[in-house]
């Protein structure tokens, strides 16, 4: 008998509070990560962000079934004087076939006869009609997913197709249930004798462990001896993160859990003030969480609930989930004892028009409570009891509800907002998604209230100044804050080697250059038109300037897949495409943000996220990024 150990009556949140502190004190919440196949990744979060490793697709396809041609073979064609031509002007494309770089359209089969051996073509082709290039579904390179991200069939669709094989996810904790007691079998029989009890305790909590993400390791029953519980601890401890003791929490003869804990590490708390599941125990061994649940079903399940539940979210980067609540009016009279917080196991249902909460039994050896309760009733310590009638909020066990955190970023692409993204995900548990729809496009988008901010760097002709001038023709919100992300290096793309010798924007007017342009209102675009202007360059001279990509990424797969020759984009796009490099210019690109519209811990979060030292050391990485001002506010206005 452990005369040396007695049960507390620790309050609730105070133990929790001790138990949390130990455990970040002993550095068990770091994150541990493993490498696994992709088809063994459903349900796992990411641990890493994960990148396209092929672009799809990889090269220049039909969309359509028809005939492949050279736009310009027919721009002449129409109803009243067709265009015929050769079969060594054309090539016939099925969908999904091959379109080589000589053919630069795609026309219909429906849209096309066959007269005498000749392709009569009634309706002129547009450049690049029916053509999908190279990266129209994802860049070599693009971010597929950002870290803590949780995988799903669509998630691993996308792996596969992007050539993606092997993931880092986050490592699942390891739980390790020790069920102890004399009087537990395993499976029950007809003449079981009295005082047997087929023990359930740990298959509950090892299927909860499953249901929050962790892999339960369950041991084989261990009679209530000192010294065999001991050696089935020191068995566990190895191979597990958490370990968990089922029952010989009280203070009986033989209850020896708290003791056993206190011999090999740390006991931080034993006795809390709930009822049910007094008697739990909290503690430490080799640096890993130790619980110690009571025996009685009920009670095992609120302690793992209370105390497991957090502790394994936290260790696998999951979103705690919300959980769905209602409000009830109570069915009938409840007294408690104000010196507990007390969880009450109830069904719910619609009576007329409100809903109504009935008490089930608070018997703590009850299992089948649990499978009959719609919801939990919590009556917080200090409380005496609810009256019948009395309103009440239930925490409902049939759904639960997570609570959507997103920010939008609507503007022009840039490396920076995919480090962004990935760092707001993992360090501040804020989902940010982004859409490169250029910088005019994130301008018109923040002036309806659609975004709450966008990446955008446009040059004012007149002044040589970024993007200020256009927030003030454009916005008229109440508060605008411009936010400096980096200055970078914008430059023509070209392949390994430079084979076409370019050397500057003049050279783009040379026709065996296949130019590859960004859409209408992209910075990058208006720069390149603001630099033709100063060179006195007719932009119909370029061969592609109306061939549009939607970032730089796209632009250096495509023309690292031969699907063109140059273009303007970013340092770190050739880079990491292995591509030469022109340089041009060197821009600033900011981030403009609507403060109003983000509660004040995303703005503070986004922020802190900008100023962090990982977010320079990450983009510093890419090369051709200026950081010397990033995290600056570079303006801030007021309409």
Request: overall charge negative; hydrophobic content about 40%; some cysteine.
């Amino acid at each position: 008998m452990n005369r040396n150990v007695y049960i507390e009556n620790k309050p609730l949140e105070e133990a929790l509070a001790l138990f949390v502190d130990h455990l970040a004190a002993c550095g068990w919440f770091e994150v541990q990560e493993e490498e696994v196949d992709i088809y063994e990744s459903l349900g796992r979060r990411t641990s890493q962000p994960v990148f396209a490793h092929r672009s799809h697709p990889h090269y220049m396809a039909s969309a359509m079934d028809g005939i492949a041609v050279q736009a310009a073979s027919t721009f002449s064609a129409n109803e009243v004087h067709p265009v015929n031509l050769s079969p060594d002007q054309v090539l016939m494309v099925d969908t999904g076939d091959y379109v080589p770089p000589q053919f630069d359209a795609v026309v219909m089969i429906e849209d096309v006869n066959i007269v005498h051996g000749q392709y009569q073509i009634i309706r002129a082709a547009v450049p690049w009609q029916h053509i999908r290039s190279v990266g129209e579904d994802m860049v070599e390179q693009d971010m597929i997913v950002p870290s803590r991200t949780l995988i799903g069939p669509y998630e691993l669709a996308s792996f596969k197709t992007a050539s993606v094989e092997r993931i880092s996810v986050l490592k699942k904790p390891v739980v390790a249930i020790i069920p102890t007691g004399t009087e537990l079998v395993e499976r029950g029989y007809a003449d079981m004798p009295p005082g047997q009890i087929i023990e359930s305790n740990s298959r509950m909590l090892a299927a909860l462990c499953q249901e929050w993400g962790a892999t339960p390791l369950r041991h084989e029953i261990v009679i209530d001896d000192k010294d065999l519980i001991r050696q089935a601890v020191a068995e566990v401890e190895a191979m597990a993160d958490l370990i968990v003791i089922c029952s010989g929490s009280s203070a009986g003869r033989e209850d020896y859990t708290a003791s056993i804990v206190q011999d090999l590490g740390t006991l931080i708390v034993h006795g809390i003030a709930t009822r049910p599941g007094k008697p739990a125990i909290l503690g430490s061994i080799n640096r890993k969480p130790v619980i110690g649940v009571p025996g009685y079903p009920v009670s095992a399940q609120l302690i793992f609930n209370l105390f497991a539940r957090p502790i394994i979210f936290q260790k696998t980067g999951s979103d705690f989930p919300s959980p769905q609540t209602i409000e009830c009016s109570l069915a009938r009279k409840l007294p408690s004892h104000a010196g507990v917080d007390e969880f009450i196991n109830v069904n719910v249902a619609r009576i007329s028009e409100q809903f109504l909460a009935y008490p089930l039994n608070r018997g703590a050896g009850v299992t089948s409570i649990l499978v009959k309760a719609d919801g939990v009733l919590h009556i917080p310590r200090g409380d005496e009891g609810l009256d019948a009638g009395s309103p009440c909020r239930i925490t409902l066990n049939r759904s639960r509800q997570v609570i959507e955190n997103t920010l939008v970023c609507l503007g022009s692409h840039d490396l920076a907002i995919d480090v962004l993204i990935d760092i707001l995900q993992r360090d501040f548990g804020i989902r940010m998604i982004s859409t490169n729809v250029g910088s005019m496009g994130g301008i018109v988008s923040l002036s309806r209230g659609e975004t709450h901010c966008a990446g955008i760097h446009l040059l004012d002709y007149e002044s040589g100044e970024y993007n200020i001038s256009y927030l003030n023709k454009y916005l008229n919100h109440e508060q605008i804050l411009l936010v400096n992300l980096a200055q970078r290096e914008q430059g023509l793309v070209v392949k390994k080697g430079n084979p076409l010798q370019i050397s500057g924007i003049r050279d783009l007017i040379r026709p065996e250059i296949r130019y590859i342009n960004r859409q209408k209102g992209a910075g990058t675009r208006l720069l390149l038109d603001y630099l033709l202007l100063q060179q006195d360059i007719d932009r119909n001279q370029i061969n592609g300037y109306s061939r549009e990509e939607y970032s730089h990424l796209a632009v250096a797969a495509a023309i690292k897949n031969d699907a063109g020759d140059a273009g303007l984009a970013i340092h770190a796009s050739a880079a990491i495409m292995d591509l030469d490099f022109i340089p041009v210019d060197r821009e600033r690109y900011d981030l403009c943000i609507l403060p109003n519209l983000l509660r004040p811990q995303q703005l503070d979060s986004l922020l802190t996220a900008i100023r962090s030292a990982e977010f320079k050391r990450r983009m510093q990485s890419f090369g051709g990024y200026h950081l010397e001002q990033s995290g600056q506010i570079v303006w801030e206005g007021t309409k």
